[in-house]
């Protein structure tokens, strides 16, 4: 006589309940587990163009590179050169310029690039415009507090951004950054329309990477000055920590 028990249909229900459940909270613990590993390689990828910015500071008189982003016509593509490319020989890999978290196709772009050479010269992190324009180091007052490169705004394809009174209503180019809280194309007007998604795509933050050679998470408005109205056009923050003036 057989003594073998069969599953009843309550048992398996109850089983597959259980599986169910721990599926449920398991999950957003892998999610987050993989959003976190994304987060350190990108804090990783900052620390190391810091590294070679400060690196080719060092090699030129403690001063940063001149470099071309937005040229105007007649200019052609030939004669880009992105605030990346006098790095090269400080950099092991063109890979630490690719946020891994970040995949999108930019629908803004400056002149004169286009989506069809965009995977040539794309970077998925901006470099502040003072250090694009051959700033000396020495300059800013507080290295630990002054941003040198942050994260591009998902849809846009721009290398570098002013932090400082660049548009006609005298306003900053925060909208380029990631985390900012404008919509694509709501790169300057603080009356234009907000994107309350656009909160930063680390943990509803970003990384920045600083002058002393440090690199760091933030929120967006932890990174402005606390004293001042968020929209504050002149509200510059980390980004321009000594409230200078354009050095293009």
């Not at 970003?206 to 998470?217: P, T």
Request: a negative charge; aromatic letters at 12%.
């Amino acid at each position: 006589m057989s003594n073998k028990h069969a599953f009843t249909l309550i048992e398996l229900l109850v089983v597959i309940a259980i599986i169910a459940i721990l599926a449920a909270i398991l999950f957003p613990v892998f999610a987050q587990a993989k959003e976190a590993a994304k987060k350190t390689a990108d804090l990783n990828n900052q620390k190391q163009l810091i590294y070679a910015v400060m690196l080719y500071a060092s090699d030129s008189d403690d001063c940063t590179c001149r470099t071309h982003h937005d040229l105007a016509p007649p200019e052609t593509i030939a004669n880009l050169y992105t605030w990346y490319q006098p790095l090269q020989p400080y950099l092991k890999s063109n890979g630490v310029l690719r946020d891994p978290s970040l995949n999108d196709t930019p629908s803004l772009f400056p002149y004169p690039v286009t989506l069809a050479n965009w995977q040539t010269y794309r970077t998925d992190y901006l470099i502040n415009g003072f250090f694009a324009h051959g700033a000396n180091l020495g300059t800013f007052s507080r290295p630990s507090e002054q941003i040198i490169i942050g994260e591009r705004h998902s849809g846009i394809a721009f290398f570098d951004y002013h932090p400082w009174s660049s548009a006609p209503d005298g306003s900053w180019e925060r909208g380029y950054l990631d985390g900012s809280g404008y919509q694509i194309g709501d790169i300057n007007s603080d009356s234009q329309i907000l994107d309350s998604a656009n909160v930063g795509r680390h943990t509803g933050g970003n990384n920045y990477s600083f002058i002393d050679g440090h690199a760091k998470w933030f929120k967006f408005s932890q990174t402005l000055d606390k004293t001042m109205p968020a929209n504050n056009v002149l509200n510059w923050g980390m980004h321009n920590i000594d409230n200078l003036p354009s050095n293009e």
